[in-house]
């Protein structure tokens, strides 16, 4: 196919794209990080991440990221250096790793130059990428030298002048200068297979001084001068930051040679909640995937095209057989079956895409209050458990004067099928549905903040608890110990054991020195019998599931929800008889066709009064448009209708009807809000039309006439009784003031206050409690509930506070004991450190003297 553009153009790569593309990481560690999600997408255990000091290097040090992964073959390796080259794309489940560019913007963001080792099978390959090597050549295009080796022999699989050449290059513009050299990198890696990446010729600051600081911490990479400035750890400590990188770690990370402790941020807050999100909202990108899918399937017109050549071609071979005919037909039917493969596959993906789709998507967001340092608080957001966003600050905790939900920490993992990350992975691709994502967690957090009860309880006095005792928002908690053992006994301490990677809760009990875990730690050490060995399933902490009792509709949910109404309205009215149609596709009821024959009876009056006041004699109907912009008319009104007074819905048979059509109280709410009061005449022809919308205000006690341009029938409603104007007969006299009265009703609910008061019993109340369960509905209905409930509050009070002040006073007391006990132990201890000087002098002396 491409043999008939082989004159035209092409675009080429060149050496200041590489630079180009790495600027897209404008946080460091976002670069670092797509080195680590490429050991991780090669079901790597353990990757170690360490710097070698080389004199003669910019920086003088190199970084080094060593994987024991799947490793790659040479083959492989060459689609590596291609952009925009990966087959992770289609992998599933899907990788960290889609768009084939981490390795090359990532390394570039480090570093001038990086070498790539890796071995797989019987294969040893190198991989040198060198912006220096273009720069000092004065090349434009991007070289890449790809020399490979066999395992057993170290001999080159290529011995040829290319072969030279590349690794002449390498001993040029790399660290090392022999073959030998060379090879000795792959004897790093110690298993069948396995990655090693070096970066050198680091990027310096405009102060001439490395962006990575290594001197500060010999065991951790941070961000030069960035500590002094972030409160978050993980905006300038690499270990911190990889800590929390991915939701389920299942790699062991070392940097600096110490293992790094991956923290479960979930199991790491103060009372954790979780609320469950179902939507069929954030479709755009399964859209798009599903609109590629379809363009894919049409492939099969080739096929088919395909098919007819073969037919030609097995003719001409019947006719003569010669040996090009047959060459061209086996070439032929080599293509048809990869076409038919291919079209099978796009086929099933489009069916995978179309019933994605359809699915509901559901989120799980978990909140929880960070009480070990309360300033890093914020939303942490993942994509297919890759972090994309830390410490976002949303909804109300961008208002920082109301001190509203500060502490929260939230946390949500968005599957890419719903969003996708931008090509650095510190964003969204997609900037409306982050943002409608953004205003969703805001609404829910506010409701676990309601849950939680802070408010109520004084978010100052929440704070005081925990050791928090500054009015300063950004210091830190005191280190008493009575407020470190406070937060030690509201989080459990859960640790990943290096073995089997399952996750292990610590004893409850544990001291608070005891805490600080050694750098391996397995589960034989776990004092908790229940959890000590690696073949025990994970037992994690309980979570429980919250409940979102209000949300505002997003606009696109209003939408949809306003379509959906509008579509069952329309089949619900599909299913009616109708005997005449508007001519501008109104919503539209049959009303009843004689009032003479209707019965009216007293526990249906309204309806019978709404039935009454809507006849259908001479083609009268009653009809609604619902639209979601506006009211719309017909254009043959001429005469408008006369209404003296107020009608409410209800009064002329259209609220119960309109209730029976939306369901939900959202949707009322929504199509209520769009309805424009107008009252038309339609006299066009024959038809004789009232068009009346909703009115939503209150009826009055006055008298309402309705009337309809002629020659419509005129009905009138005077003093409650109904009168046609032809006939000018009294229907029924509908008494619509008078309550209804049910006597069994009024009973049980006198009985139901009887035991509310006798179960609220204030202590030393002036009534007593036999006789609040003889009241009588008249003695009820004159009761003074607010007094009864406030002496009831504040014998509770009173009970409460009596019950915190002993508390205190017993922890007090404890506290006074303890204190006690260890100056004794104390005074114990010097006492035997004497009495051991004194038996070790005597013994001296009773050698001396034997001697």
């Not at 080389?54 to 060593?66: H, P, R, S």
């Not at 500060?216 to 972030?230: A, C, F, H, V, Y």
């Not at 990943?496 to 292990?504: A, F, G, M, T, V």
Request: glycine fraction near 4%; include cysteine.
């Amino acid at each position: 196919m491409a043999d008939k553009y082989h004159d035209l153009s092409r675009a080429q790569l060149t050496r200041d794209y590489l630079h180009a593309n790495s600027t897209t990481h404008d946080f460091l560690f976002g670069a670092l990080a797509e080195l680590v999600d490429n050991a991780r997408d090669a079901t790597a255990t353990q990757l170690n991440i360490y710097t070698e000091m080389i004199e003669e290097l910019k920086g003088g040090l190199a970084l080094c990221f060593l994987d024991d992964g799947v490793g790659m073959d040479p083959s492989e390796a060459v689609d590596v250096i291609h952009l925009g080259k990966s087959v992770k794309r289609a992998s599933d489940p899907p990788f960290s790793g889609q768009y084939g560019n981490g390795l090359k913007s990532g390394t570039m963001r480090i570093g001038m130059d990086f070498m790539l080792f890796t071995k797989k099978s019987n294969t040893l390959t190198c991989i040198l990428v060198s912006r220096t090597f273009y720069e000092n050549e004065g090349i434009d295009e991007v070289i890449v030298p790809v020399p490979s080796w066999y395992v057993s022999t170290q001999e080159s699989i290529k011995n040829d002048p290319k072969f030279s050449l590349e690794m002449a290059l390498i001993y040029k513009y790399s660290p090392f200068n022999t073959e030998l050299e060379v090879l000795e990198q792959f004897c790093k890696i110690t298993g069948s297979s396995g990655t090693l990446v070096i970066i050198y010729n680091l990027k310096l600051n405009d102060d001439g001084e490395l962006e990575l600081d290594i001197k500060t911490d010999p065991s951790d990479i941070l961000l030069t001068g960035m500590k002094r400035n972030e409160v978050q750890p993980e905006r300038y400590s690499f270990k911190a930051y990889s800590a929390i990188l991915y939701i389920d770690p299942q790699m062991k990370i070392f940097i600096q040679g110490q293992r790094v402790h991956t923290k479960p941020l979930f199991f790491s807050l103060y009372r954790p909640r979780k609320y469950t999100y179902f939507s069929k909202g954030f479709k755009v990108r399964i859209l798009r995937e599903v609109k590629e899918a379809e363009l894919a399937v049409k492939i099969e017109e080739k096929m088919q095209e395909v098919k007819f050549k073969m037919g030609e071609l097995e003719k001409t071979c019947g006719n003569g057989i010669e040996s090009q005919n047959d060459f061209k037909l086996a070439n032929a039917l080599m293509k048809l079956s990869e076409l038919q493969s291919d079209v099978d596959r796009k086929k099933k993906l489009h069916q995978e895409k179309r019933r994605a789709l359809e699915k509901i998507n559901n989120l799980t967001f978990i909140f929880g209050m960070n009480i070990e340092k309360r300033n890093c608080d914020g939303m942490f957001i993942y994509n297919n458990s890759r972090l994309i966003k830390m410490y976002k600050r949303i909804g109300v905790q961008l208002n920082c004067k109301l001190r509203s939900c500060d502490g929260v920490v939230g946390l949500v993992d968005v599957p890419t099928v719903m969003m996708a990350p931008t090509l650095n992975k510190q964003d969204f691709a997609n900037a409306r549905e982050y943002h409608n994502l953004l205003k969703i967690m805001g609404q829910f957090m506010l409701q676990y903040w309601k849950d939680l009860g802070i408010a109520q309880m004084g978010v100052t006095k929440f704070w005081n608890e925990f050791g928090y005792l500054s009015t300063n928002w950004n210091s830190l908690p005191s280190n008493a110990l009575q407020y470190r053992r406070k937060r030690a006994m509201e989080i459990q301490v859960t640790v990943q054991c290096d073995l089997c990677l399952r996750w292990r809760t610590l004893p409850s009990n544990l001291d608070v020195n005891d805490r600080v875990l050694p750098d391996i730690w397995v589960c034989s050490m776990n004092q908790n019998l229940q959890q000590n060995r690696c073949d025990i399933p994970e037992q994690l902490p309980h979570i429980p599931l919250g409940t979102m009792k209000t949300r505002s509709l997003l606009s696109t949910e209003k939408q949809a929800l306003l379509e959906k109404s509008i579509q069952r309205h329309w089949e619900k009215m599909a299913s009616l008889p109708f005997q005449k149609t508007l001519p501008t596709e109104p919503l539209m009821r049959r009303l009843p066709s004689d009032l003479s024959n209707e019965c009216i009876s007293k526990k249906r009056r309204r309806s019978a009064f709404q039935d009454a006041c809507c006849t259908n004699s001479n083609a009268l109907e009653r009809v609604w448009f619902f639209s979601n912009k506006c009211l719309k008319t017909s254009s043959g009104c001429e005469k408008a209708s006369r209404v003296h007074g107020k009608f409410r819905p209800s009064v002329m048979g259209s609220e119960k009807q309109f209730s029976s059509l939306v369901h939900s109280a959202e949707e009322r709410s929504i199509a209520r809000s769009l309805w424009v009061p107008v009252n038309v005449c339609d006299t066009s022809a024959n038809n004789k039309y009232m068009v009346q919308t909703l009115i939503k205000e209150e009826p009055k006690n006055e008298d309402i006439v309705e009337s309809v341009c002629k020659p419509c029938i005129q009905w009138e409603v005077k003093e409650n009784v109904i009168v046609r104007s032809d006939t000018v007969s009294i229907v029924e006299q509908v008494d619509l003031t008078k309550p209804i009265v049910n006597h069994g009703t009024v009973e049980g609910i006198v009985t139901c206050f009887r035991n509310l008061l006798s179960h609220f019993v204030p202590p030393n109340y002036c009534i007593p409690k036999e006789q609040l369960n003889h009241l009588t509905a008249e003695e009820l209905v004159t009761f003074p509930m607010h007094n009864y409930f406030m002496h009831y509050e504040k014998s509770l009070r009173k009970q409460l506070q009596s019950s915190a002040e002993s508390a205190i006073s017993r922890a007090q007391g404890l506290e006074e004991k303890m204190q006690q006990v260890e100056r004794r132990l104390q005074e114990t201890k010097e006492k035997l450190k004497y009495y051991e000087r004194v038996v070790a002098q005597l013994l001296n002396k009773f050698h001396t003297a034997t001697f």
